[in-house]
């Protein structure tokens, strides 16, 4: 079993689902008393949060590129980060270090591919829904051409996040409010939903939208039990 290397806490509230999740994949994978290796490096996120506010994501890309070479050199055989905003600095992450960084996009949209799904509603932080790196991704490596809501409703998708998921708290009148951008989207031909950013799974999932959803959290976690369980010790790399 290869190690698994969390770069966490952003934030710690969904971290917790990968930790889990990871877990209770192996578990059930291998039988018995089996459990992950897994080592996290987990960070304050406050600090974090300031400096996507401050644009200084050059800052943030050396914080976190840091925090996966520790995980590298305590015996990480890939790095995972927690978090579908921070992959904007996934190169900078995978240039840190020789082992490979499971992207959560790509993983997202393999998913995304196989079900035949090909205008998805991405649900995610602004940062996510306006920027280029993720929605790039997606359509340049899986052919995704994903939608995102208008920008009144990505403002109200991006607030929720931030001021409440992250914090733990789930309101109804929030899920309802995710559910009547899901509607509208779907009015406007989207066939699917992506949980683009890992807190969003909190709040809503399959049993409330009624078009093939697609949990980033949770395939992303998937995919490293994926990795640590393979037989062959050969050399991966994902292409960020």
Not at 1 to 18: F, H
Request: hydrophobic letters at 45%.
């Amino acid at each position: 079993m290869r190690t698994i290397g969390l770069l966490g806490g952003m934030s710690w509230e969904s971290t917790a689902v990968y930790y889990r999740r990871i877990n209770e994949q192996t578990r059930d994978r291998l039988g018995g008393l089996h459990s992950a290796e897994v080592l996290m490096r987990s960070v304050d996120f406050d600090k974090i949060v300031a400096l996507q506010q401050a644009d200084a994501w050059d800052k943030a890309g050396t914080v976190l590129a840091g925090f996966a070479r520790d995980l590298e050199a305590a015996g990480a055989a890939c790095v995972v980060i927690c978090t579908n905003t921070m992959h904007k600095l996934a190169d900078t992450v995978q240039s840190a270090v020789t082992v490979p960084l499971l992207h959560i996009a790509d993983v997202t949209g393999q998913a995304v591919k196989a079900a035949g799904v090909k205008r998805p509603l991405l649900l995610a932080t602004r940062y996510t829904m306006e920027q280029d790196f993720y929605l790039s991704q997606l359509r340049v490596k899986h052919g995704i051409a994903a939608m995102v809501p208008d920008p009144e409703d990505r403002t109200s998708v991006h607030d929720i996040i931030f001021g409440e998921l992250c914090r733990g708290i789930v309101l109804e009148q929030s899920r309802q409010r995710y559910l009547d951008v899901i509607a509208k989207a779907r009015a406007a031909g989207a066939d699917g939903v992506i949980l683009g950013c890992t807190e969003i799974g909190l709040l809503i999932g399959p049993d409330h939208i009624g078009l093939p959803t697609f949990d980033s959290t949770l395939l992303h976690a998937d995919s490293a039990v994926d990795f640590a369980l393979e037989q062959s010790d050969a050399p991966r790399r994902n292409a960020a």
